[in-house]
C-alpha cells in the first residue's frame, strides 16, 4: 500500500541523498535550537520571577516614567515547558501508565505536528514506516496494491495495481473508502489508514466503499499479498506500434525503460502508446529522465513553485531518442503526480502528442523526504508543480484530448475502449 505520494512525490536521490554533512549540521543545530528554547523559557521564568520578588525594593516609579512591557497579548510565544508538563502528567496519573511506550509518544506527538498542517501528504516516518515506506518504493511489500489519497476531503482509491489484490477484488479509480473493518475511515488520517489497510500476506481487509453512480456503498473483502511488479512493460502492436506501460516511477524505472527502448529500436516502430493509467506517481527526478527521451535537450518538463512564490524549471537532459514518433498517452483517473507531470510536458512541448482517457487525479504537489535519523525520516511537501505553460493541476487534474470512459460491462467482458481509442488516435497521427 502506498499513500501518496507519491518526488513521491518524493524528493529525487539528488535531493534525498544531500551531503551526509549537511543533515548532520541539520540534526545539531535542531537539538541545539531544543535545548536553546527549553533553557531560555527557563531563565526568562526566573528572571521575571526574580524581579516580581524584589519590586518592593525598587523605589517609587512614577506613571509617565514606566516602560509597559506585555501590554498586548503574548499568544505569539511557544513554551515548550506546556509539552514536557503533558508528558510528566500522562507518566504520572494515566490509568494504564505501565503499557505506555515512550518512543510511540514522541513519534505519535511529532505525527501530530505534522497533521497540524492540514496536508495529508506531509508526514513522518518511524522506523517501521520509514522501512515499509523505502519497500513500497521499491515496487516489494505486503498488502492489497492500491494507492490512497485524499480527494474531496475523503479517503479515496487513487489506483489499484495492475495484477494486485486490489485491482484483482474489483477496486477501482475514485473509490471512496468510507469504511475499513467497519470503522469509518473519517476516523484516521491519510498514514493511518494505509496502515489499517496494510498487513501480511494471507490475511483479509473489509473495505465499505462508495462508487459514483451508485446509489449504495458496497462491502469489499480483499487478501492482502506480497506485492512484487516491474514498473515498466513493453508490447509490440501491430502496424508497427508500440505501447509502454508505466505502473509507477519508482527505483527500476529509468533502467526497465532504458531496456524497453532497446526492444523498441530493433522493431521498425511508427507510433508510441505510453500507459500511464492507474499510474499513482513517485519519484520526480525519474519523471524527468523519462520526459528526457521523449522531448528536446532543453525542454521545460516541469516548473516547481514554493511557498514564496519562486519557480524554478526542471528541463529535459538530452537523449531525446522518442521524441519524433507520433505519441498518444493514456491518463485516468489513478493518474497521479509524476504521471500527470509526464503527460503535461508531453502535450505542452509537443504537436504530435495526444492524451486519451479520462481527467488525472490532480496531485500537484512536490514531497521532499528528509532523513532525520539513521532510521526515521520526514516527508514534507515543499512546492508545487506547474505545467510548462504554468499552468497548475493540484485538485483539478489533466484533461484529456479524447474522453473515454470504461464501462462495468466493459471490465466484465475484459474489454479496454481506452486503449483502442488510443489505436485509432496513433494512426491517424501516423497518416498526418
Do not use: C
Not at 37 to 62: H, K, N, V, W
Not at 320 to 332: A, H, Q, R, S, W
Amino acid at each position: 500500500m502506498v499513500a501518496s505520494e507519491i518526488t513521491p512525490l518524493n524528493a529525487p536521490p539528488n535531493q534525498v541523498g544531500e551531503d551526509r554533512g549537511h543533515h548532520l549540521f541539520k540534526r545539531a543545530f535542531l537539538t541545539f535550537f531544543i535545548i536553546f528554547l527549553l533553557g531560555g523559557s527557563y531563565f526568562i521564568g526566573y528572571e521575571q520571577g526574580a524581579q516580581s520578588d524584589t519590586g518592593a525594593d525598587m523605589g517609587t516609579l512614577a506613571p509617565e516614567d514606566a516602560i509597559i512591557i506585555n501590554k498586548k497579548s503574548q499568544d505569539n510565544t511557544i513554551d515548550f515547558a506546556l509539552f514536557w508538563k503533558v508528558w510528566e502528567i500522562l507518566r504520572d496519573k494515566y490509568v494504564d501508565r505501565s503499557h505506555l511506550d515512550a518512543h510511540a509518544l514522541f513519534y505519535g506527538a511529532i505525527d501530530g505536528m505534522l497533521a497540524a498542517s492540514g496536508d495529508p501528504y506531509t508526514t513522518f516516518f518511524s522506523p517501521k514506516e520509514n522501512q515499509d515506506f523505502n519497500e513500497e518504493i521499491a515496487g516489494v511489500f505486503d498488502g492489497i496494491g492500491a494507492v490512497m489519497g485524499i480527494k474531496d476531503e475523503i479517503i479515496t482509491i487513487i489506483a489499484p495495481l495492475e495484477g494486485t489484490p486490489a485491482e484483482k477484488a474489483g477496486l477501482l479509480s475514485g473509490d471512496k473508502v468510507i469504511k475499513i473493518n467497519d470503522v469509518l475511515s473519517s476516523n484516521y488520517s491519510l498514514d493511518e489508514a494505509v496502515k489499517n489497510v496494510r498487513g501480511p500476506k494471507g490475511t483479509d481487509v473489509k473495505l465499505t466503499i462508495f462508487r459514483e453512480g451508485e446509489e449504495d456503498t458496497r462491502d469489499i473483502v480483499i487478501m492482502r499479498d506480497a506485492i512484487l511488479m516491474k514498473s515498466v512493460h513493453f508490447e509490440m502492436k501491430e502496424g508497427g506500434i508500440a505501447s509502454i506501460r508505466v505502473n509507477r516511477f519508482g527505483e527500476d524505472t529509468e533502467n526497465l525503460f532504458q531496456a524497453a527502448i532497446k526492444q523498441l529500436k530493433k522493431e521498425k516502430v511508427v507510433g508510441l502508446i505510453v500507459d500511464l493509467r492507474n499510474n499513482p506517481g513517485g519519484f520526480l527526478e525519474t519523471a524527468v529522465v523519462i520526459a528526457s527521451y521523449m522531448l528536446p535537450q532543453g525542454s521545460v518538463v516541469v516548473m516547481e513553485e514554493s511557498a514564496n512564490g519562486k519557480r524554478k524549471e526542471l528541463k529535459a537532459r538530452g537523449g531525446d531518442v522518442l521524441g519524433k514518433l507520433p505519441t498518444v498517452i493514456l491518463i485516468n483517473e489513478g493518474s497521479a503526480s509524476a504521471s500527470e507531470i509526464l503527460a503535461g510536458a508531453l502535450r505542452e512541448s509537443r504537436e504530435d502528442v495526444v492524451l486519451v482517457g479520462k481527467k488525472s487525479f490532480g496531485k500537484g504537489s512536490v514531497q521532499e523526504l528528509i532523513p532525520v535519523s539513521k532510521d526515521t525520516s520526514v516527508k514534507i511537501t515543499v512546492a508545487r508543480w506547474l505545467t510548462p505553460q504554468g499552468k497548475q493541476i493540484h485538485g483539478v487534474g489533466i484533461a484529456p484530448d479524447a474522453e473515454v470512459s470504461i464501462s462495468t460491462d466493459d471490465r466484465a467482458n475484459k474489454r479496454d475502449p481506452q486503449f483502442e481509442r488510443a489505436l485509432e488516435e496513433i494512426k491517424k497521427l501516423i497518416e498526418k
